[in-house]
C-alpha cells in the first residue's frame, strides 16, 4: 500500500502543472470566446451572455427576468426599452443575462404595464442573443411578436470539467495498475526489502482522524492521543473523512466557480453540501470507537471529560481566531467578530455528543460477543437513554423551528426572505433560526454573506452554522455514532455490518422521503443545508451510511483499495483544514488568473486540493500527525 501511495504521489508531482497547462489551453481555445470579447458592448463577467432587445416599430416596454432557480420570486426588471422614433425606426439595448439556470423574459408595456409577451430560454456562457420585439398596429389592435435568435453560438464551459476527468481517471488507473503490481510476489519481495510500512500503518488513529507520533508499544504517546477500539485499523473511515475532507478543501477553494461546486442558495442539494454532514457524522463514528478504547484500558470517565472539554476549547478558538471569514471585512475586531463557524459547530457538536455518551457509555469487553433475544438490536437497545435525549434535543428544534413567533413572520416560516415567497417577507431569512442568531449573538457577529442573497437577494445577515441548527449537527453525529456501535457490536461480522448500515441507510432515507414529499420545495420540511433542516440531517445520514458501507466494503473487507490518496488527508484532517484555510490566499494555492475562465479557475484549484493530499501523504511518509 505504501508502495502504491508513492507511486501516486509521482504522478500528482509530474503531472499537477499538466493539468494547469492544459486546462488553460482548453479555456483559452474554446471556439469564438476572443471574438466575443472584441465584439461585445458589455464587459460580460463569468457565468453571463450578452442579450440584444430589439424593439421594432413600437411604443417602449419594461424587461422583467426571472430565473428557474429561484422559487416562488419577483420577477425582477432588467432594463426599459425606448420605443421607436421617426428618425429611427427601432432602438437597441444591451444587457447581460443570467446563464447558470434557465430564465424567463416577460415584457411589459411600460405605459400601461400590461404583459406583452413570455420568452423562457437557457442562455449559453459568453453567448450573443438577439430578442427582436415587433410591434404593429391592424385595426386599432396592436400585435407583438417576439422572436430570440442566436448571433454567436456560447462557449462550452463544461469542457474543463471533462479534461480533469479524463486526468484524474487517468491517474486513478496508473495508480490501480500500480497498486496491483506492485502485489505481485516477486515486486512486493524487493520493496519489502528496501522498506517496511508496518510501523507507519501502526500508527494512525484518532477520532478525528489526526494520530500522533508513538512507538510501537504504544507508550509515551501524546495525552490526547485515543487509540482505537478495533484490532485491526478500519481505513475506511479514514478514507471516508478524507474523501469529505478533500472535496470540502475543493469547494472552499471556489469548485472552478460552478454554481453546482457551490453551496445551494436555499433549498436542495449540490456537491458542496455533502461534505460538512459526512464529516460530523464520521466523527460520531470515532467518538464512539475512541472512547471504548480509552475506557478499556481503564482511563477514568473524568479524565476522558477533561481531554473532551480541551479539544472543544482549542477548536472553537481555532475557529474564532485563525479561520474567522469576516476577516475580509478588514482587520478583525471585537465588534464585527463572527462567533459561529466551521470548527465551532465541530467544537460544540463534538462536546455535546462525547458528554452524551460519557454519561451512559460501559467499556465493552475485548471478546464481547453478540447474543441473546435482543441481539439484532443490541446497538439501540442497550443506550435507550441517549436516544431519549436525542429525541428530546430533536424536539426542541422542531418547537422552536414552527412554534417561536418571530416579528412580522409567519410562524414556522423557512423561506429564504428576499425576493422569495413573492416578496412578502423580506427580512424573514431562516425563519427561527435567523431571529435567535440575531437576538442572541448580534448581526454584526454572524455570517455577512449567505448563500440565499446569491438568488434570493436577501439583504439581513444569517448564519448557516448558527445556534438552532447545532442542535440537528448534534443529532447527525449521534447517528455517526451509531455506527461506530455497528463496527464494535459486529466487529469481524462483515456481513452483519454491511446488512446493518444498509437498513439505516434505507431508514433514513425513508424519513426524508416522507419529510420533503420527494421535493426540493413542496415538502413539509424541505432539505436545507442553512437551517441544517431534519430532513437535510436524515437525507444526509442516508447517504453516509450507503457510502461507507460501499467503503468498508471495497477497503477493509474485500481489499480491493486502498483507500489512497483519501487516506492520507483523513489521518491529518485537522492540519489539512485549518492548513488549507490559512493559506488559501498564498502561491502555489492561489495565483493571478482570469476571473473571466472556468477553466483557470478549476485548475487553480484542482492543483491546490492535490496539493493538499501530496502535503497529507509526505506527512504520512514522515509519521507526522497534528492533534490538539
Not at 424593439?55 to 426599452?81: A, P
Not at 458501507?549 to 484532517?573: E, Q, R, T
Request: proline share 5%; hydrophobic share 45%.
Amino acid at each position: 500500500m505504501a508502495s502504491g501511495g508513492s507511486l501516486s504521489a509521482l504522478c500528482l508531482a509530474l503531472l499537477g502543472s499538466a493539468l494547469l497547462l492544459a486546462v488553460r489551453s482548453i479555456a483559452s481555445a474554446v471556439p469564438g470566446q476572443d471574438d466575443l470579447s472584441r465584439e461585445r458592448p458589455l464587459e460580460l463577467k463569468m457565468d453571463q451572455a450578452l442579450l440584444l432587445i430589439h424593439n421594432v416599430g413600437g411604443e417602449s416596454f419594461t424587461v422583467y427576468w426571472l430565473s428557474d432557480h429561484c422559487y416562488q420570486c419577483l420577477y425582477q426588471r432588467l432594463v426599459i426599452v425606448p420605443g421607436a422614433v421617426t428618425s429611427r425606426p427601432f432602438n437597441v439595448a444591451a444587457v447581460p443575462v443570467d446563464s447558470q439556470h434557465p430564465v424567463t423574459l416577460q415584457l411589459n408595456d411600460t405605459a400601461k404595464n400590461q404583459e406583452m409577451c413570455r420568452v423562457h430560454y437557457s442562455f449559453g456562457e459568453f453567448g450573443n442573443y438577439s430578442l427582436w420585439v415587433r410591434q404593429s398596429l391592424f385595426g386599432g389592435v396592436r400585435a407583438v411578436s417576439c422572436e430570440l435568435i442566436v448571433n454567436k453560438s456560447p462557449v462550452s464551459s463544461s469542457l474543463p470539467i471533462l479534461l480533469a476527468v479524463l486526468f484524474y481517471g487517468g491517474v486513478g488507473i496508473i495508480w490501480t495498475l500500480g497498486y496491483f503490481v506492485v502485489r505481485l510476489g516477486p515486486v512486493r519481495n524487493w520493496i519489502y526489502k528496501k522498506m517496511n510500512p508496518v510501523e507507519t500503518d501502526r500508527l494512525i488513529n484518532s477520532e478525528l482522524g489526526s494520530p500522533n507520533r508513538a512507538d510501537a508499544g504504544g507508550q509515551g504517546a501524546h495525552p490526547g492521543a485515543w487509540s482505537s477500539s478495533v484490532p485491526q485499523r478500519l481505513r475506511s473511515l479514514d478514507t471516508f473523512r478524507g474523501l469529505s475532507l478533500i472535496i470540502m478543501v475543493f469547494v472552499n477553494y471556489g469548485g472552478g466557480k460552478y454554481w453546482f461546486f457551490k453551496h445551494e442558495s436555499w433549498n436542495g442539494l449540490t456537491l458542496a453540501d455533502l461534505v460538512f454532514p459526512w464529516f460530523v457524522f464520521i466523527m460520531g463514528t470515532s467518538i464512539f470507537l475512541s472512547l471504548n478504547s480509552m475506557l478499556r484500558k481503564g482511563c477514568a470517565k473524568w479524565r476522558l471529560l477533561l481531554k473532551v472539554l480541551w479539544r472543544s476549547f482549542l477548536l472553537f478558538l481555532i475557529g474564532v481566531f485563525v479561520i474567522n471569514p469576516n476577516y475580509c471585512l478588514g482587520p478583525l475586531s471585537l465588534s464585527n467578530l463572527r462567533i459561529f463557524g466551521v470548527l465551532q459547530r465541530l467544537s460544540l457538536t463534538y462536546l455535546v455528543v462525547s458528554v452524551l455518551e460519557l454519561l451512559f457509555i460501559k467499556a465493552m469487553p475485548n471478546n464481547f460477543t453478540s447474543g441473546g433475544a435482543w441481539a439484532p438490536l443490541q446497538d439501540v437497545v442497550m443506550y435507550w437513554p441517549q436516544w431519549i435525549l436525542v429525541i428530546l434535543l430533536e424536539t426542541v428544534w422542531l418547537c422552536l423551528t414552527f412554534l417561536l413567533p418571530v416579528p412580522d413572520c409567519p410562524l414556522g416560516y423557512l423561506g429564504p426572505g428576499g425576493i422569495g415567497d413573492f416578496g412578502q417577507y423580506p427580512n424573514c431569512t431562516g425563519g427561527a433560526a435567523g431571529y435567535i442568531d440575531r437576538t442572541v449573538l448580534g448581526e454584526e457577529h454572524i455570517y455577512q454573506h449567505p448563500s440565499s442573497n446569491v438568488i434570493y437577494q436577501s439583504t439581513v445577515a444569517y448564519d448557516p452554522e448558527g445556534l438552532l441548527g447545532t442542535i440537528n449537527a448534534v443529532v447527525l453525529a449521534f447517528l455517526g455514532l451509531q455506527a461506530g456501535k455497528i463496527l464494535l457490536f459486529y466487529k469481524d461480522q462483515h456481513n452483519q455490518i454491511i446488512r446493518r448500515f444498509f437498513i439505516w441507510g434505507i431508514i433514513m432515507g425513508i424519513i426524508s422521503a416522507i419529510l420533503t414529499k420527494c421535493s426540493q420545495n413542496e415538502g413539509f420540511i424541505p432539505i436545507n443545508k442553512n437551517l441544517w433542516s431534519i430532513s437535510y440531517v436524515t437525507t444526509l445520514c442516508c447517504f453516509a451510511f450507503l457510502l461507507l458501507l460501499l467503503i468498508y466494503y471495497l477497503v477493509d473487507v474485500k481489499k480491493l483499495w486502498s483507500g489512497a490518496p483519501f487516506v492520507f488527508p483523513g489521518m491529518n484532517s485537522i492540519l489539512v483544514y485549518v492548513g488549507h484555510e490559512v493559506f488559501e490566499n498564498y502561491f502555489p494555492f492561489k495565483w493571478k488568473i482570469d476571473n473571466r475562465s472556468h477553466g483557470q479557475h478549476l485548475a487553480q484549484n484542482l492543483v491546490a486540493t492535490s496539493l493538499w493530499v501530496l502535503i497529507s501523504y509526505v506527512l504520512y511518509k514522515r509519521r507526522i500527525f497534528w492533534k490538539i
